[in-house]
């Protein structure tokens, strides 16, 4: 459905309450919906609805592409040539845990400290080490994401901060020690791939023995094209 220089890509369907359908029913749709927004990223610059979303006649719209003409414009402007990667990082806390007490004297001394007074006597030495573990596993985090995210941010400037997940619920490798410490999207530009790759291939090999990268994408520009309807 054309308007002017723009078009949206529609079909049309039944009306549907997709917060009634079944999980395996649901996933369907959602597939299809990322399949025609993943082949035509291939040829345009795409601006992605949400799913879910649905018109009554081509009229309607028609007056949401002239209505919203301009926000159309400038979001295309912004991720002309580009598609989203997301890059998930995540870390084997108990590997990163052993690491810490290795380098760190003072934690190794209240380790022993509270070993060595048992349960009851020991039990302010096991709080005091338990916020000690706490603040360096914090620390050692931020310092991981502070060096990766300067890293990819030098070549990829434009990105977004999302939520970080549950790897046990969400990763199909359910690995029950490796968690989420960052979930980033990245706008590339869709030959600037093997750019990326290879800084994070870098990066894997890097911290090896502590993180797991895994990167998403190309996808169509969610986190980078947002239009007020």
Known sequence: VSYKDIAAAVSNIHLINFGKLDKKELT?????????????????????????????????????LTKAYIQ?????????GKAEFVVQIFWYEKKVLE???REN?????????AESKGRILGFASRMKLGKRLFEAIESRRKEYTADILKDLTTSFPDFSASKLLDANKDDIFYET???????????VGKMEESILKSQLNKLAEKYKDELKFKYIGPMAPYSFAVINL
């Open 28 to 64: 369907q749709f959602v597939a299809a919906h990322e399949q025609v927004n993943s082949n035509l990223i291939k040829k345009y610059d795409v601006i992605p609805m949400r799913f879910g979303m649905m018109a009554e006649n081509e009229e309607e719209i028609r007056n949401i």
């Open 72 to 80: 159309f414009k400038t979001a295309l402007e912004r991720i002309t």
């Open 99 to 101: 690491k810490i007490v």
């Open 105 to 113: 004297t003072e934690i190794q001394k209240l380790k022993k400290e």
């Open 177 to 187: 020690d490796k968690k989420m410490i960052l979930n980033y999207s990245f706008l």
